[in-house]
């Protein structure tokens, strides 16, 4: 089944500490992909996407992605995290293998914690 | 630029009442969409509207309904409420449709119904 899936519910970092939060996606091809995050009671705050082209995306607050079409996954990734990155991440996916439009079909979301 | 703007942000609902929330895109934006969060069905995409026409639907009852106006500004209803209905609606615009676009979100609705 056409699917985004972020295999990770919960994640408990350090500030200071690498971050990886994965993301992969079952479809025929490669949709547009995404990184949302959302701070409690916020909306969702687009951190970067991918169309085509460079595979290592730069996003917004020192976040980047990977696109790895071998492995169908779009990994979101900071070198070192703050404490105010503590936030859920979701994984989306668009374009015509999704629906069409502008519909987004997200993943059910990473909850960061970051440890003081 | 003022962002995407939704109202109201906090309300509650009496089972079988309707509620409307109103959403003001991002100006020169013409695509507004729709999506629900609730804690055990995640986002999930309601509709989308651009140039006043509805371009896509989710897989929701028809209870749901929406619609744009001329200046892009968007409603959506909700009739017949269950308390199923309690979550975040959230709003999202986008300059045109067809993917590939950078979608901006609201900060969202909260509707509780009792």
């Known amino acids: 089944a056409q699917s985004v899936t972020q295999p990770d519910i919960h994640i408990t970092v350090s500030e200071g500490a690498s971050l990886e939060l994965r993301c992969n996606y079952s479809?025929?091809?490669?949709?547009?992909l995404f990184w949302y995050v959302q701070s409690p009671g916020q909306g969702l705050q687009l951190l970067l996407k991918?169309?085509?082209?460079?595979?290592l995306v730069q996003g917004i607050k020192g976040f980047e992605a990977e696109f790895k079409r071998s492995q169908s996954s779009f990994n979101l990734r900071k070198p070192s995290v703050h404490w105010s990155d503590a936030a859920e991440y979701f994984c989306?996916?668009?374009?015509?293998?999704?629906?069409?439009?502008?519909?987004?079909?997200f993943g059910t979301g990473t909850q960061l914690k970051v440890e003081l | 630029k003022a962002g995407v703007t939704q109202t109201p942000r906090y309300l509650i609902k009496t089972r079988g009442q309707q509620v409307t929330l109103s959403c003001s895109p991002i100006?020169?934006?013409?695509?507004v969409s729709w999506y629900q969060q609730t804690p055990g069905q995640g986002l999930q995409f309601l509709f989308e509207?651009?140039?006043?026409?509805?371009?896509n639907k989710g897989n929701f009852p028809g209870r749901f309904s929406g619609r744009q106006f001329s200046n892009s500004r968007s409603e959506m209803n909700v009739s017949t409420l269950e308390l199923g209905d309690s979550a975040l609606y959230l709003c999202?615009?986008?300059?045109?449709?067809?993917?590939?676009?950078?979608?901006?979100f609201g900060e969202g609705s909260w509707l509780t119904v009792v």
């Open positions: 999202a615009s986008s300059t045109e449709t067809g993917g590939g676009n950078t979608i901006y």
């Open positions: 479809y025929g091809a490669t949709p547009y």
């Open positions: 991918y169309f085509s082209g460079d595979t």
């Open positions: 989306a996916v668009g374009g015509v293998l999704t629906g069409g439009g502008n519909k987004l079909t």
């Open positions: 100006s020169g934006h013409r695509s």
């Open positions: 509207y651009f140039s006043e026409t509805q371009r």
